[in-house]
């Protein structure tokens, strides 16, 4: 088996403070960092893109600062998701229109990042423009899961999350419309928090109003993941619905033991059909908080509109910005963006419009709620890690699916909501496969859900599962 190497096994936040204290340079970790990735990437395809020359120089630059001056992250590493821009970087977006296109300019998250303290490194794989929930392109292949090499990352967040699991990153960078950050923690026994809508700052393309989508961070643990959070929010005069910073840190919040009074559980929103064992092992883990003092009760608000709401919301996205790529450069597209490009030019008025009433008034009842619980749980995703040639999953128990998005509901829906979400590893599976429990918290309630994670993550004592080495298939 492949070894871990000594620095690549700690937390981001035991780093952090080994920067802070000078114990390690930005330096070192890269040198770190890239042997770990020469033994370890070669199995599971996580980091196609590298730019180690770049980041030495930028850490070179940084180490000139004192310490105090370096920001939140202070040096560390971050990987950054091919569908956003690094500048003088191979950004892709999984696309063979874009398999050379390096930009002049980063994305204003990869600046905001930088100022925080965040070296970049090395660009994650993703889908086809990040359409689907298994990790693989034309341009770089497929990214396996490192607890069997067979399987699927999930997506489209899933170079993040292997490299997360496998010791190639502490930290990184992800993005969430349908559970892209999510899926993948889930699959690969990290965490992925997909934040409130304007947490995170980016650059807005072809709408200032896209909301579905948003970006976020993915971590081995629940304080790493308010650490990068604390790095990638902030106001930013470039994206107009960015929110200001709060005068709390996430990692703060997240440590101040402040458990759930009153939690609910759904195994399935009343939306999905979920895999047995998945129910039987969220459910356990849910239960748990009933340590920490809390009330735990089967409940969650009136989502019975998301599969149409979200299908019509994702086609007009889809349909914005990429009608030009389907008119010019249609050879070059999967079906499965085909599809769902042509379904958003179909689209009428009524239809928009419907839409939009159904996740407004899916946003109230669930704000409503939370007037009641402080969290919502369920299961991060419908099934345990499937085939990697499987494009995706097409049935879950007796109900077969007509497109490649609609096992996604438990996780869309939330989005559609408007809430703070995130998977969190909850247990395994008897083929010891990960599973992720998602964790919902009220509209702008990163504080609350990260301290209520946390608590979690303490009483459930999985805090340290990975990284790992990649696993072949079992015989």
């Not at 081995?220 to 200001?244: Q, V, Y």
Request: hydrophobic share 40%.
């Amino acid at each position: 088996m492949l070894p871990n190497q000594g620095l690549v096994s700690e937390s981001a936040c035991a780093i952090v403070d080994k920067l802070k204290r000078g114990d390690v340079s930005p330096l070192d970790l890269l040198d770190a960092l890239e042997a770990r990735i020469g033994k370890v990437d070669v199995h599971v395809n996580a980091l196609p893109t590298l730019c180690f020359d770049r980041a030495r120089d930028h850490a070179e630059v940084l180490m000139q600062k004192v310490v105090s001056e370096r920001g939140v992250l202070a040096g560390l590493p971050v990987p950054i998701k091919d569908l956003t821009d690094v500048a003088g970087v191979l950004s892709t977006q999984g696309s063979p229109i874009y398999k050379d296109r390096i930009p002049d300019r980063s994305d204003v998250l990869v600046e905001h990042l930088e100022r925080n303290g965040a070296v970049i490194y090395a660009k994650s794989n993703t889908p086809e423009f990040g359409a689907g929930a298994n990790t693989f392109n034309e341009v770089f292949g497929a990214t396996r899961n490192p607890w069997d090499t067979s399987k699927s990352a999930a997506g489209s967040s899933g170079g993040a999350a292997v490299a997360l699991a496998t010791g190639m990153a502490w930290l990184a960078h992800g993005s969430d419309m349908g559970g892209s950050l999510r899926n993948p923690a889930s699959f690969c026994g990290v965490v992925g928090l997909r934040p409130s809508i304007g947490r995170v700052a980016h650059t807005p393309k072809f709408g200032v109003n896209r909301t579905l989508g948003v970006q976020g961070p993915m971590a081995r643990n629940i304080e790493d993941l308010a650490l990068l959070l604390d790095a990638m929010s902030g106001e930013s005069p470039a994206d107009p619905l960015s929110l200001p910073a709060l005068p709390t840190s996430f990692l703060s919040s997240a440590r101040s033991g402040k458990a759930p009074k009153r939690v609910a559980y759904s195994p399935d929103l009343g939306i999905t059909p979920v895999d047995p064992e998945i129910v039987a092992l969220t459910r356990k883990a849910a239960a748990r908080f009933a340590d920490a003092g809390a009330i735990v009760e089967e409940a969650h608000p009136d989502l019975r509109e998301a599969h149409d709401c979200f299908h019509v919301l994702r086609a007009f996205d889809f349909a914005i910005t990429k009608a030009e790529l389907l008119r010019t450069r249609r050879d070059l597209l999967k079906p499965e963006v085909i599809w769902n490009i042509e379904r958003g030019l179909e689209l009428s008025v009524e239809q928009l419009a419907r839409a939009e009433a159904q996740r407004l008034a899916m946003t109230e009842r669930t704000r409503a709620f939370f007037e009641s619980y402080d969290l919502l749980l369920t299961p991060a995703t419908i099934v345990p890690p499937f085939p990697v040639e499987q494009r995706y999953v097409a049935e879950c128990g007796a109900e077969k699916f007509d497109n490649y998005i609609h096992w996604l509901g438990i996780v869309y829906a939330i989005t559609l909501a408007c809430c703070p979400a995130l998977s969190m590893p909850c247990g395994f599976t008897a083929s010891d496969l990960p599973v992720g429990l998602q964790v919902v918290g009220p509209p702008r309630g990163e504080a609350p859900l990260l301290a209520g994670a946390k608590v979690l993550e303490d009483i459930l004592g999985l805090r340290d599962i990975a990284p790992i080495d990649p696993r072949p298939p079992k015989s």
